[in-house]
């Protein structure tokens, strides 16, 4: 392995498939593997095109770091005796084609009839029954069960600011995540400004298509004006999914980590490396849980006053490494804890993806307890729970107790030797909506009764969890 691949081995940023032709002799699938596997790609799955007397031919699904990691495994497969490549394509954007949302009808419209009781003349009537209980928009109406999706596209996942239209990808997967998880429609909304006040304003002007307004890559520190403004002034609730979904999973995590090290939290002393959106949304779930300061360290002076200003302590790396218990990582720069700073029985979770502060690997081999990184600890496991259960209760806004629910759902469900479960269990985002709207409920933010019969099967009427 070079010294350049071996550096960056297991984070594979692209997808490509190969269609190969191969002879029909024993042994050629195995050299083509082979060669594959000489210079570092990771194969996927194989999928049998055409089996012919002399020659098979097969899309294998490979996993390189770049193009020109690509060229080299193309390369080495040509060089392969009996083995010729036909074609290579970007499956991932293929799936991307045409956008991966749409809308569609709930009802079918398949006869006049259906269509005049769906339209004109008998939505006139539903038109009439809203203007005289607006209450009634919530039983009539998908406003109960729609988010919006808002962003300005300056933070977008690790790549930065890339503008509203280049975020549209992401906005579109968060919705069908929420559809395919937890039956939730969600609407991206792409804004051209990045001035607080008229985002703000713009939100509210908007805001009464919806049950809630879902905040995504918007950096910081305008995302804490815009999140914290918009929550105080609209009556329905509001998540920033960077800050809020982010720190209910990550303390998930946390008390995972402790649960499997042995240990209470409350005696821990945490570290925060990196105080963006999600560091400082983690900061502060996890002191308002533990009533202890939470060490916190970030190159920028505005962020480290932020911190001082909402509880926390100003300090460093060498420092946080040196002293705390826990250290949580979300500064998106690879590397950037050193092995040799990794004290015996730390629990180290460098969450930066797609490339981690520290391999856990590496930090579990110069003696961390535990360690993991962004693939497991993903906010995936909360955001689309949180949404349902907040929507189920009709929630006044998103709680910190709420986002504790969500915490305790996700290890109460996981497997005792995992520190969180598996992303796309339908059964654990079920779990976490549960958990949310009972502490809605308890917290007097709800504004809607739920039997027990929904915390048993998390079935309304008027919404239900996927099966």
């Known amino acids: 392995m070079s010294e350049s691949l071996a550096s960056t081995s297991g984070k594979y940023r692209l997808i490509r498939t190969i269609r190969v032709r191969n002879d029909n002799v024993p042994g050629v699938l195995g050299a083509l593997a082979s060669a594959i596997g000489r210079v570092d790609a990771s194969i996927g799955n194989i999928q049998m095109v055409h089996l012919g007397q002399h020659h098979v031919v097969r899309d294998i699904e490979i996993m390189v770091f770049d193009d020109e990691h690509l060229k080299k495994v193309l390369q080495e497969i040509s060089d392969t005796r009996g083995v010729s490549v036909l074609e ?28 005049r009781k769906v339209y004109t003349p008998g939505v006139a009537d539903v038109c009439r029954t809203i203007r005289e209980d607006l209450e009634q928009r919530n039983l009539y109406t998908c406003i109960p069960n729609l988010i919006a999706i808002v962003t300005d596209g ?68 305008r995302c804490f004006e815009v999140s914290e403004k918009l929550s105080r002034e609209l009556d329905i609730p509001v998540m920033h999914d960077d800050q809020d979904g982010t720190a209910a999973v990550v303390l998930a995590a946390v008390f995972k980590a402790c649960r499997i090290v042995g240990v209470e939290l409350k005696n821990m002393s945490i570290g925060q490396v990196g105080l963006g959106a999600s560091g400082m949304g983690i900061a502060q779930l996890v002191q308002h849980y533990t009533g202890n300061p939470v060490l916190g360290t970030d190159l920028a ?15 460093t790396l060498a420092e946080i490494m040196a002293k705390a218990d826990i250290v949580i990582a979300t500064t998106g720069v690879r590397g950037l804890i050193p092995p040799q700073m990794v004290r015996k029985g730390q629990v180290i979770l460098a969450l930066s993806n797609p490339e981690p502060e520290i391999e856990p690997a590496v930090a579990l ?37 709420m986002l504790l629910a969500a915490s305790r759902a996700l290890v109460e469900i996981g497997k005792p030797d995992e520190i969180l479960p598996f992303a796309l269990d339908r059964e654990v985002h079920r779990a976490v909506a549960q958990a949310v709207a009972r502490a809605a409920i308890d917290g007097g933010v709800a504004r809607r009764a739920l039997d027990e019969d929904y915390f048993e099967t998390g079935v309304t009427r008027t919404s239900s969890l996927p099966s």
């Open 365 to 401: 081999e110069h003696g961390a307890a535990l360690a993991a990184d962004g693939r497991s600890v993903n906010n995936l496991l909360g955001y689309p729970g949180i949404w349902r259960g907040a929507l189920d209760s009709r929630a006044a806004r998103i709680t910190r107790e």
């Open 154 to 221: 300056t933070r977008v996942l690790g790549l930065g600011n890339m503008g509203p239209w280049p975020a549209m990808p992401v906005m579109e997967g968060k919705a069908a995540l929420l559809s395919e998880m937890v039956g939730v429609s969600g609407i991206p909304i792409l804004l051209d400004t990045t001035d607080p006040d008229e985002t703000v304003r713009t939100v509210k002007h908007i805001s009464l298509t919806f049950g809630g307004i879902h905040l995504e890559d918007i950096a910081s520190p």
């Open 88 to 115: 290579v394509r970007d499956e991932v954007l293929d799936l991307h084609r045409g956008g991966k949302i749409k809308v569609v009808s709930a009802q079918p419209i398949n006869s006049i009839d259906r269509l």
């Open 301 to 315: 002076e505005e962020r480290m006053r932020h911190l001082e200003s909402r509880g926390g302590r100003r300090s």
